[in-house]
């Protein structure tokens, strides 16, 4: 049986992103495993969201856009005593945004922090069946700032190695999260950092920040953040509008990206290029050579640009037409 379906584990929640003035702000769906599997939709690949969000209007709203997508929904877990989170979001000047809280809620926590690993456990058989069929797990490490979510993530992790799927972790470092969490508010930062760390050695891809790089690895060489990590695996280094760094199937490079003079909203971005990065692996099979994963990097990177073209994530997300045309009328 051929492998063609990626599972995304984590966050939904809500980007509040404020205006420039600061004085009003609009709501859009986000949280990066909901970006990457509405994304990969749009790329004509098949997509399945674990997740847990609150049974209130914003998690209605998300189940509208998966279902209108096409995502598929059978492990989500819904909350009936937390609510979905909501991230306040600023943008500077040039678009890029940074989070700057929570919206304030009746409960203490928010559902994300609640997912199940008993509700699984139930759905046990039918997760097995689907990790038959699964080619990629996609995970980031903000549900390791709830030690009930991140059971759950360890688990899920376990039983899709037993199927030899392979894992794909986007780092996607948010300090708020663990400072905001009653769970995680009191730990250090060295012992986020190491309890991360330990995690990313489940990943057969592993893609990341410039910033993050240097953060976890004190360096910005993909091919010895790879010898560091016990599972030696494929590295991508994301820096903004400037060239992206890779060690890809034992072969180190980087490409440049594409210029652009109409950012509006850097959000989600790196989530659409991850879900293009995939769909092309998915697609054209796993590159053997320089020129295949240069192509498959810009591929990935006209995603994340494309994203920047206007407000939110997954209402910009590129379908692969768009892609492709916008790949048929720039040269680099």
Partial sequence: MKKT??????????????????????????????????????????????????????????????????VNLDFLQLDNDSTTRVVNVDRDQFGDRFFSGFEPSSHSSFADEFLSKKLIEKELPNLEK??????????GTILLSSPISAETIFFIL?????????????????EVFWDYSSFSSEISKKARVNLIKKFLNHAHVLKLSKEEATMFFEHENPFLISQEMS???????????HPVAWYINGLQGSNEIPDSQIIVDTT????????????????????????????????????GLLTCYGEGAIEQQPDYENVKKFLGSFIL
């Fill in 130 to 139: 689907l990790f038959l069929e699964t080619k990629y797990l996609v995970s």
């Fill in 268 to 303: 989600g971005a790196g989530d659409a290029f991850l879900a293009g990065l995939i769909s092309q692996l998915i697609s054209s099979g796993y590159p053997s050579n320089k020129l295949e994963i240069e192509d498959c990097v810009q591929f990935a990177s006209v995603c």
């Fill in 5 to 70: 379906k990626v599972v995304c584990i984590g966050e939904a929640l809500i980007d509040r992103i404020r205006n420039k003035s600061n004085q009003g702000f609009q709501d859009f769906l986000g949280g990066a495993p909901a970006n990457v599997a509405c994304a990969l939709r749009k790329l004509k690949i098949d997509s399945i969201f674990i997740g847990r969000l609150g049974s209130d209007d914003f998690g209605k709203r998300f189940i509208e856009q998966f279902n209108a997508l096409g």
């Fill in 231 to 241: 599972k030696r695996p494929d590295v991508i280094i994301t820096d903004g509008k």
């Fill in 158 to 174: 376990e039983q899709a190695n037993k199927f030899e799927v392979k894992i794909i972790i986007d780092l996607n470092w948010r």
